[in-house]
C-alpha cells in the first residue's frame, strides 16, 4: 500500500470517528431537550381516567373528585331529587339538555347513565368559579323557599338544579358540563373514559 493510500484510509477513519462522536454528541445534548417536551408523570396523571368507589356513597351525599385539574361531583340523587326535576323544566334554560354540554348517553331529563348518579364538572359554565352545593331544598339552602336544591355560584348568582341544568336569567350561559364516564359495575364508576357504554 503506498503512502498516499495509506493516508487518505487514514483520513477516511478520522472522518468517520469524527461523524460517530458527532452524532453521539448530538443525540446526547438533544435528548433532554427532546425528553422536556413529552408530559411529566403528573400531566399525564392528570389527563387519566379516574375511579371511584360508590360503596359508601349513600343517597343525598355527594363526592368530589378530581379529573384533568378541574373537579368532578358525583351526587347520589334521592327519590326525592330525581322526582323534582320534572317540575324544573320551566325554569331552566336548557331542560332537553339540547347544547352539547354532555355525551349523547346523558342527554336526558337526568343527565346520567344512572338515575341515582350525577357526575358533573363543577365549573360555573360563566367565568369558570365553583359553584356551592346547595343540595338541601327550602329556607335552609339561603337561597328561599322555592328552591328546590341544587348548585349556587357565589361569584356571579348563576343556579343549576339537581342535573346541573342552568336557571333562565343567570350569567351562566349553558348547563354544567357532564363529563365522560361509565360504570365499570354497580359500585364503580370510572371517570373520564366511556369507551364501553353502560346500562
Request: charged share 20%.
Amino acid at each position: 500500500m503506498s503512502s498516499d493510500e495509506s493516508v487518505n484510509k487514514t483520513r477516511r477513519t478520522l472522518v468517520v470517528s469524527a461523524g460517530a462522536v458527532g452524532a453521539v454528541g448530538a443525540a446526547a445534548a438533544l435528548t433532554p431537550f427532546f425528553t422536556s417536551m413529552a408530559p411529566s408523570e403528573r400531566a399525564k396523571a392528570a389527563g387519566a381516567p379516574v375511579e371511584v368507589d360508590l360503596s359508601k356513597l349513600e343517597p343525598g351525599m355527594l363526592v368530589t373528585e378530581e379529573w384533568r385539574g378541574k373537579p368532578v361531583w358525583v351526587l347520589h340523587r334521592t327519590e326525592e331529587m330525581l322526582t323534582g326535576l320534572e317540575s324544573m323544566s320551566s325554569s331552566v334554560s336548557d331542560p332537553d339538555s339540547k347544547l352539547p354540554m354532555q355525551p349523547e348517553y346523558a342527554k336526558n331529563l337526568g343527565r346520567s347513565i344512572k338515575p341515582e348518579y350525577l357526575v358533573l364538572v363543577g365549573i360555573c359554565t360563566h367565568l369558570g368559579c365553583s359553584p356551592s352545593q346547595k343540595l338541601e331544598a327550602g329556607e335552609a339552602s339561603g337561597l328561599g323557599a322555592d328552591w328546590t336544591g341544587g348548585f349556587f355560584c357565589p361569584c356571579h348568582g348563576s343556579k343549576f338544579d339537581l342535573a346541573g341544568r342552568v336557571y333562565k336569567g343567570v350569567p351562566a350561559p349553558t348547563n354544567l358540563e357532564v363529563p365522560p364516564h361509565q360504570f365499570l359495575s354497580d359500585t364503580r364508576l370510572l371517570i373520564g373514559e366511556d369507551s364501553v357504554r353502560s346500562s
